[in-house]
């Protein structure tokens, strides 16, 4: 089954914890791009990767770190997270092919507490 | 400002309504437009891309107006499961998506 998946799904942690939410896809899609969800801001997008070793900002970007070591995996790093990262988190994976119809595929989010 | 805007509703219809949902987004340069559809809690999902010349599926259409900036989706005959958030994206650049905060969608009985 192609899919987009996304660990933990749930997690609380507290300030300066490192953590890391994992995000691999089985579709073989050179994109991949990480997104926050908070209530009246819809999603907002924090990096995206072109393709392997290729990674850039999205519009909110600080306090997050990325790689793209593998084609399949694009995991999201906080290095010292804040309580003002907490939110719902999406990856999503999409083919490069630019006559494709633009369908983001996403991951069943990680909902994330940060105490 | 948003690059993207929608009304956040909620829409409160009952079974057999048509409704309409409007977004305006900010960058006369954006690409491609899309409509997806998020359950409670769940993922976005895709619903339609938008083009120029309009574009239907089923009871789903979709318009663009590029000169003012707009995209519409009207929902024929609507049915309880219909009940969402529907969130506008645009696409600008091929690299970089953005959302409206998404307009929900209550279908009563």
């Known amino acids: 089954e192609a899919q987009v998946t996304q660990n933990p799904r749930y997690l609380i942690t507290v300030t300066g914890k490192k953590l890391t939410v994992t995000c691999s896809q089985n579709m073989n899609h050179e994109y991949m791009s990480w997104y926050r969800q908070d209530p009246g801001l819809g999603l907002r997008q924090i990096y995206y990767?072109?393709?392997?070793?290729?990674?850039d900002k999205g519009d909110v970007p600080e306090g997050y770190k990325v790689s793209r070591k593998e084609k399949r995996n694009f995991p999201l790093i906080l290095e010292s997270p804040s309580p003002n990262q907490t939110s719902l988190y999406f990856c999503?994976?999409?083919?490069?092919?630019?006559?494709?119809?633009?369908?983001?595929?996403f991951g069943e989010g990680s909902r994330l507490t940060v105490l | 400002r948003k690059e993207v805007e929608q009304d956040p509703g909620p829409f409160n219809v009952p079974e057999g309504a048509t409704v309409a949902f409007n977004c305006t987004y900010s960058?006369?340069?954006?690409?491609?437009f899309f409509w997806y559809r998020q359950d409670c809690r769940k993922e976005p999902k895709l619903l339609m891309s938008v083009y120029s010349s309009g574009n239907e599926d089923g009871r789903f259409t979709a318009q663009l107006n590029r000169a003012s900036q707009y995209i519409s989706l009207l929902i024929r005959d609507s049915k309880l499961s219909d009940s969402a958030t529907y969130l506008c994206?645009?696409?600008?650049?091929?690299?970089?998506?953005?959302f409206g905060s998404g307009t929900k969608l209550n279908v009563k009985p």
């Open positions: 960058n006369s340069a954006s690409q491609s």
């Open positions: 999503a994976s999409r083919p490069s092919d630019r006559g494709d119809t633009g369908e983001l595929f």
């Open positions: 994206v645009v696409n600008y650049n091929f690299n970089k998506f953005y």
């Open positions: 990767s072109m393709n392997v070793e290729v990674t």
